[in-house]
């Protein structure tokens, strides 16, 4: 169970149910699935600053209305900059999807039971539990330091190396080779000194950016793709979660390379304008990839309230999807700015393209969020009826592996730590 419910506005998706996978151990099946406090998400988010004010103040929180009725508007002291009055303005015109979508999604999850009742969800503890386990030791600092070690350049093509059940992979191998696990089932495997849950027929490449080029010829093509890049921000900046990329590192990504036709590529990104409009005006169209979608994905808690108010001025509580189609350069193109219906239009006489579903404009998904650090849903199961049957799929910018996935970042494995899982009956 991964899509709890479809609508016309998009999907309600539980994001812990398609993280289960099973591990053979001496001819015994135990199934793992992330930890269930990493999705413990019962109140909306809060500044910590904001949370010990308000047991101060011994406030009780409506679960119902977010953290709209608690908030106080604080006074802008400066003008709005030009950034945020176009964030304010994409934000004007997406909010009626987002929350349309909302309605109906969350309101089937309340009447099939999948959202719990505001009362039974708990208290106003500020996600205290989800928080901690997103906390959890997992591979530590010295595998995020390994990760960002400077290394020789890959030469010509990479190393493929398979893993094995009980296995090891030496740290020395572990960067610019590519391994991968060909199973049915998950398997466990040292990394000194963790232990890492490998998902059944994935691959994976841990490499900087700057060496990806040289394996593309092994890694193959892909019919989607999808990336979270780490966009430049203030907020990551002050975090220092993970190493950013600036757009013009964006640029030198070899998607041609990487792109079957008609591949389906996907990029996260928030409501920043200028990242919006760098990936239409510049990556997508330097790629030869056509805009054809925009989604959102809306993180609610487990009683099915926004986590954060749809109007917030900081941070809003969905996310923004650009989806865009490979079209082979010469070949048919999918214009969607010619025809308001959403359909094909042939500029060129191929095929590749006009045979690939339309995918629609402004869809939904809905899930609880999970507490690690800018981790985003699985987008499998609502891209199927997008993509071709048994699709190659690559995720870059990872940090953890997918089934049936190839996988590329410059610290894929971080959330595949055991410390992460727990066991499922
Ligand atoms: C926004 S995070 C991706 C989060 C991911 N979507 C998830 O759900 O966990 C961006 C990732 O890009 C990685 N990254 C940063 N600089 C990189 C580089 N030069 N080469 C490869 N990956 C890089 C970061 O370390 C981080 O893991």
Redesign the pocket.
Known sequence: MSIIHESQEGWLVDSLSLSTCSVENEKRMTKYALRSDLFKIVSPFMMNSQFEKICKEEKSINLEVGVKERKKKRKRKAEKNIGEKLAEEFHTKVKHYVLEGYRSLVSAGRECGYFLSPAGSGSANNNLASREAAMAQGAGEWFVQLCQEPRANISVGIQVHCVQAGGSIPSSLLFNGLWQHKGDNCVMVQLDPGVFIIPPDCRFLI???HQLEQACSDLGQFDLIVM???WESKSVKRLKK????ANS?LLSLPLGALMAPGCVVGV?VTNRQAHIHFITDQLFSANHIQHVATWYWLKVTKSGVCIRDIDDSHKKPYEVLMLGRYVVPGSTMYDRSKNQSDSLCCTDGGKDTADSPVIPNNKLVVSVPCS?H???PILTEVLRSYLPTSPRCLEM????LLPHWTSW???VL??QHKDFFEEVT
């Open positions: 490499s900087d950016i979270d890049p780490p993970y190493s950013m990329l590192d996260w690690l800018s981790k985003k910018f990872a940090r953890n970042g410059n610290e971080l959330h």
